[in-house]
């Protein structure tokens, strides 16, 4: 599975959009993003996913650049209970990657009043 | 929380003993994950299973051992503990919709 790059830790404000990037200049063709985040002391939680285009679910927003190496997930309002940690991995979608997620340090992201 | 539970959440034994922890779910799934997750670590794949009695290893085995014996049930084993198995120990799903993996709320292990 490709690395990933994330800055270590970002702020934003209440009722802000929140922009975590991230790197994955290695990513495959058949290679999905993945987003999880892990809100203190539970179990990380699914947030998004795509291939190459963009995607958009109740939670947030998936940009991937066209030529892949590089997507950001967008937070369109954060409140306080978006303060985690957020991680994004790449994986393959089948075969013995199937379900395999390899977790960086993620960016610590901190939502303040 | 897609029905996914963990037994026990916290427990605190003793170097050498053996410890399992077991990891339910109540939706049918095929694929269960045992991860583990350490200050400046991360969460680490240990074992995996993709059926009943079909488990595999991932990057962080060495000491651990695992069994299906059914679908609903994915149980981890320290055969000894260590103090360096002092972590706290997840389990998930895999559901088959966007293949996204659904995490139990942890058991947090403590070797003295």
């Known amino acids: 599975d490709a690395k990933t790059t994330q800055p270590t830790s970002m702020d934003c404000a209440e009722g802000r959009a929140a922009n975590l990037p991230c790197n994955h200049s290695t990513i495959s063709g058949n290679e999905y993003v993945y987003w999880y985040r892990q809100i203190h002391s539970q179990g990380p939680q699914y947030i998004i996913h795509g291939l190459k285009n963009n995607e958009t679910n109740e939670m947030a927003s998936l940009i991937i650049t066209e030529d892949r190496k590089s997507s950001t997930l967008i937070l369109p309002h954060a409140t306080l209970r978006d303060t985690a940690v957020y991680y994004c991995?790449?994986?393959?979608?089948?075969?013995?990657?199937?379900?395999?997620?390899?977790f960086g340090q993620g960016t610590i992201l901190t939502v303040h009043p | 929380d897609a029905g996914i539970t963990q037994s026990p959440r916290h427990k605190v034994t003793e170097t050498g003993t053996p410890v399992t922890l077991r990891c339910h779910q109540t939706e049918n799934h095929r694929y269960m994950y045992w991860y583990r997750q350490d200050p400046g670590h991360g969460l680490r794949l240990i074992h995996y299973s993709y059926g009943v009695k079909d488990t595999d290893k991932g990057e962080v085995s060495d000491g651990y051992s695992v069994s299906r014996s059914k679908t609903e049930d994915f149980l981890l084993t320290l055969e000894s503990a260590t103090s360096s198995q002092t972590s706290v120990y997840f389990c998930a799903i895999n559901r088959d919709r966007n293949n996204e993996q659904f995490f139990g709320p942890g058991t947090r292990l403590t070797v003295l």
């Open positions: 991995i790449v994986r393959g979608a089948g075969g013995t990657s199937y379900g395999k997620l390899t």
